[in-house]
């Protein structure tokens, strides 16, 4: 390339010999030219690799918009609490006064009431889709369906029942259901400690047919606290028993002589006796009553298993006087024909019976027979004894 442009110079020489010097200098300048257009790009330099790779990964330049946004990066580092996000974002909060309602010390079956009250400190309606009591308390104000406006309270009364029994710690919990995203299910507790405010005496009273009033004890009232009440009413199980009293007397403690009708009594055996007060702890005292029975029979049951048509089974029954009379047994039969009296051994005060069960023909689909064994006492009472035989 040298040489070739070196031979095209020489040529430009002897051309120019004999031409005025400023023609010549015309041609020489456009041989120059000439030849400069002819390299070319050739001579650049090359731009290294690392370099062309940083140009490709640089970002498209940017509008006046895009460019006064925030990094990615800068908005995630910002804090968000999530009762502000719940209210920017136009959902219902539901914000408690007071969860737990402990209404201390109270009475054996008194009655009090109460109340819970919240707020919507959302920005949307707080609506209630489920309200739930427990045993013990009724409530009322509040409503499947009812719906709070932000800012708006709303009261959930409750009348509460205290149990029959003392106990050192009573909860009742109530629900809420909500469309509050954050807390779908709020729960509200009601506590106390029950305790007798009047003691009776005796709890349980033990009758005996063969007594005059049934052996019936005295019942007596006293008040814990050394508050004055009155009784106001007085009822047992049938009108068995009854008792005399003023309702407008007040006092600190009663005693109560009861009367037992006894034809009534040998109809109910066992009961219970409520009486009313007006002590403002306790409203109420029930005292149970329970009857030892003239007769016992063991078992007071027949249950047998395994039978099959026809084929009889043998079993011991024994009746037992619980007052230690002398009886007689005048017969032992069943509606049914089932079951019958085989043998009988008297000793003392007390009879062992043999009988024999002979189970009926069975229907495809039975698989149980039933029967009644009725045992008459001479001069006295029927005993009653069920029977039930399965198949085999």
């Known amino acids: 390339m040298i040489a070739s442009n070196q031979m095209k110079g020489m040529t430009v020489c002897r051309m120019g010999r004999g031409l005025p010097l400023g023609l010549w200098l015309l041609l020489l300048g456009l041989t120059v030219t000439w030849m400069a257009g002819c390299q070319g790009p050739a001579s650049a330099p090359k731009t290294p690799a690392v370099a062309r790779q940083s140009e490709a990964a640089a970002p498209a330049p940017q509008s006046k918009t895009e460019a006064a946004k925030p990094a990615p990066a800068e908005v995630q580092t910002q804090p968000v609490k999530p009762a502000e996000a719940n209210v920017a974002a136009g959902a219902p909060k539901i914000t408690v006064e007071k969860d737990i309602c402990d209404l201390g010390d109270i009475g054996v079956g008194t009655k009090h009431k109460g109340q819970f009250k919240f707020t919507n400190t959302g920005a949307a309606p707080l609506k209630m889709t489920l309200v739930q009591s427990c045993c013990g308390v009724t409530i009322k104000g509040v409503e499947v369906g009812q719906q709070y406006a932000p800012g708006q309270t709303g009261i959930l009364d409750f009348d509460y029942q205290a149990p029959d029994g003392p106990s050192p710690s009573v909860v009742r919990k109530?629900?809420?259901?909500?469309?509050?995203?954050?807390?779908?299910?709020?729960?509200?507790?009601?506590?106390?400690?029950?305790?007798?405010?009047?003691?009776?005496?005796?709890?349980?009273?033990?009758?005996?047919?063969?007594?005059?009033?049934?052996?019936?004890?005295?019942?007596?009232?006293?008040?814990?606290?050394?508050?004055?009440?009155?009784?106001?009413?007085?009822?047992?199980?049938?009108?068995?028993?009854?008792?005399?009293?003023?309702?407008?007397?007040?006092?600190?403690?009663?005693?109560?002589?009861?009367?037992?009708?006894?034809?009534?009594?040998?109809?109910?055996?066992?009961?219970?006796?409520?009486?009313?007060?007006?002590?403002?702890?306790?409203?109420?005292v029930r005292v149970l009553y329970d009857t030892l029975p003239e007769f016992e029979v063991t078992p007071p049951m027949l249950t047998m298993f395994g039978l099959k048509a026809g084929q009889a089974v043998q079993r011991e029954i024994w009746i037992l006087s619980n007052y230690q009379d002398d009886f007689e047994?005048?017969?032992?039969?069943?509606?049914?024909?089932?079951?019958?009296?085989?043998?009988?051994?008297?000793?003392?005060?007390?009879?062992?019976?043999?009988?024999?069960?002979?189970?009926?023909?069975?229907?495809?689909?039975?698989?149980?027979?039933?029967?009644?064994?009725?045992?008459?006492?001479?001069?006295?009472?029927?005993?009653?004894?069920?029977f039930r035989g399965f198949y085999q």
């Open 174 to 284: 109530l629900y809420l259901q909500t469309n509050d995203p954050d807390q779908k299910v709020t729960t509200l507790t009601i506590k106390s400690a029950v305790v007798r405010r009047i003691i009776c005496k005796p709890e349980v009273l033990k009758l005996l047919l063969k007594k005059s009033n049934a052996g019936c004890q005295e019942i007596v009232l006293t008040s814990l606290n050394d508050q004055p009440f009155s009784i106001t009413d007085f009822k047992a199980t049938a009108g068995t028993i009854t008792a005399e009293f003023k309702p407008g007397v007040k006092a600190t403690e009663f005693v109560l002589q009861p009367k037992v009708d006894m034809a009534k009594l040998e109809q109910n055996m066992r009961g219970q006796i409520s009486i009313d007060l007006t002590h403002p702890d306790c409203n109420n």
């Open 329 to 386: 047994i005048e017969s032992a039969t069943s509606p049914k024909g089932t079951i019958k009296l085989v043998d009988k051994t008297k000793a003392s005060n007390r009879y062992q019976l043999r009988i024999e069960v002979t189970p009926p023909t069975r229907k495809p689909e039975e698989t149980l027979t039933s029967d009644v064994l009725e045992i008459k006492i001479k001069n006295g009472p029927t005993l009653s004894i069920p």
